[in-house]
């Protein structure tokens, strides 16, 4: 297939968006997942094309896909309000990682309404996807622990904690509609347990040739990432790894 018919015969970008009824910013998603088959002719400004074999391609998929329950006999949303439902929950997914998620069989349209273009035609169940996200927040609640649950593992006081997730040293996730607040991953507390250390901690589980003080680390160069002349917050808080390389300098022999 040589390039004048791809050009004369392939979709160019704008007719995909058409095609797809996606925005530039989701078609441009897509092609970086290789969802779609492209090609880029450079002249000046470089012109996109699609091949339409690859749209088609991608429907019938998503076709295969949609059970046999009629769109007048169950309760269905859009799949722009399915993608939003389940992006309340899993807030970084994008548009093409749930159709991604569509093709893999984690959830599947009841419906299609072929009056409809692109995208626009596939419907889900209100049902299906309440089963989906108790099941995604059952799991999210297996790997992550609430605040308070956090605060003892950590050992620290809940206006510390608030201030370390207020600076973004801990991250928390955000429970959309739900009275528990907000989940930390058990990731995120492992990750703050490997990656910071408090100055009782450092004098209880470090020997130095020099008193283990606030002004003698500064001294030698090494600032605390939180504490009261740096942010305000009550606990000195510092990276375990410039705690470690200091201890190569001045580790007390016994």
Not at 42 to 61: A, Q, W
Not at 147 to 158: G, T
Request: proline share 3%; aromatic share 10%; glycine share 4%.
């Amino acid at each position: 297939m040589d390039l004048k018919y791809k050009v004369d015969n392939w979709y160019s970008f704008k007719e995909g968006m058409q095609k797809l009824k996606v925005s530039e910013k989701v078609l441009l998603e897509m092609i970086k997942s290789n969802m779609l088959e492209v090609i880029d002719i450079p002249s000046g400004k470089v012109r996109r094309y699609i091949n339409p074999s690859s749209i088609e391609l991608l429907f019938s998929k998503l076709d295969e896909s949609v059970s046999v329950v009629n769109i007048e006999n169950e309760k269905a949303i859009d799949i722009m309000k399915a993608y939003m439902t389940i992006k309340n929950i899993e807030k970084k997914l994008t548009f093409t990682s749930f159709i991604e998620m569509i093709l893999n069989g984690y959830i599947t349209p009841c419906a299609k309404n072929n009056n409809n273009l692109g995208f626009s035609k596939y419907y889900f169940s209100k049902g299906a996807l309440k089963i989906y996200l108790k099941n995604k927040l059952d799991e999210s609640f297996k790997e992550s622990r609430s605040k308070e649950e956090a605060i003892k593992l950590l050992n620290i006081s809940i206006v510390s904690f608030e201030q370390f997730v207020n600076k973004g040293i801990i991250k928390v996730e955000k429970l959309t509609n739900s009275v528990q607040g907000v989940r930390i991953n058990l990731s995120e507390i492992e990750n703050f347990r490997t990656k910071y250390i408090d100055l009782k901690q450092i004098k209880k589980q470090y020997q130095f040739t020099f008193n283990p003080s606030v002004s003698n680390f500064m001294s030698k160069g090494i600032t605390p990432v939180s504490g009261p002349p740096i942010d305000g917050g009550r606990k000195y808080l510092f990276l375990k790894s410039d705690i470690d390389h200091c201890l190569l300098k001045y580790k007390l022999i016994e």
